[in-house]
């Protein structure tokens, strides 16, 4: 069964660094989603992204954080000076086109720890 | 906005029958998804209602009820691997995104 990769699935970094949080999506997937989870909370939305630009965001994506498909597999976060609330799970989807039907398909997550 | 509630925690015994029931209040209502969620890992896909009733897939059955806006996941013949988190989530407005509720612990004693 197709999967989506994230990688590492456990960066510790420094508060003030910036991170890269990589994912694979499935490859013929066209839609591509950002969520976390903070210790013991919920699963929040971050942002979803289509057709190269950003379709939906949440509050908590603020100038802090970006993505980017930079070639044609990878699908990645990037939080520029990481704060100690970064610290969660983060998780990568990707959807073929609606997500109605068969839901998200989650990567393992990258659990970060901020310091 | 969206509320979802669900309850916190619950307890049942391996073989038995347990029902996790799920409210919201939404506008512009898409369907609803229930994902259950290991320790530690990804949620990963149970069932999606759209229409009012009864979805059943093996082992797992989940109803809709929109005039109330309610929902619940049904689990039969439970094994202790059914242990986790059971996530309620709204699909709504025009895009993908998903709004999960905070979940139910179950916990399946022998």
């Known amino acids: 069964e197709p999967e989506v990769t994230q990688t590492p699935s456990h960066q510790v970094t420094q508060m003030g660094q910036e991170v890269i949080l990589r994912c694979v999506p499935i490859?013929?997937?066209?839609?591509f989603y950002w969520y976390r989870q903070i210790l013991g909370q919920k699963v929040e939305f971050l942002v979803s992204f289509y057709n190269n630009e950003i379709s939906e965001k949440s509050e908590i994506f603020d100038d802090q954080f970006s993505v980017e498909r930079p070639d044609g597999s990878n699908f990645t976060l990037k939080i520029r000076s990481t704060k100690l609330e970064d610290s969660a799970m983060y998780f990568c989807?990707?959807?073929?086109?609606?997500?109605?039907?068969?839901?998200?398909?989650f990567g393992s997550g990258t659990r970060l720890t901020v310091v | 906005g969206q509320n979802i509630d669900q309850p916190t925690e619950m307890t049942a015994t391996e073989g038995a029958i347990v029902q996790i029931n799920c409210t919201y209040q939404?506008?512009?209502?898409?369907?609803l998804f229930w994902y259950q969620q290991h320790a530690g890992e990804a949620p990963t896909f149970l069932s999606y209602n759209v229409l009012d009733g009864l979805e059943e897939k093996g082992r797992f059955s989940s109803f809709l009820s929109r005039s109330k806006g309610y929902s619940y996941l049904l689990l039969k013949e439970l094994q202790m691997k059914d242990s986790a988190s059971y996530l309620c989530a709204l699909l709504t407005g025009g895009g993908n995104k998903l709004t999960f509720g905070t979940g139910t612990q179950l916990k399946v004693e022998l």
């Open positions: 989807a990707s959807t073929l086109v609606t997500v109605a039907n068969y839901g998200y398909t």
């Open positions: 939404t506008s512009g209502f898409n369907g």
């Open positions: 490859s013929n997937h066209l839609y």
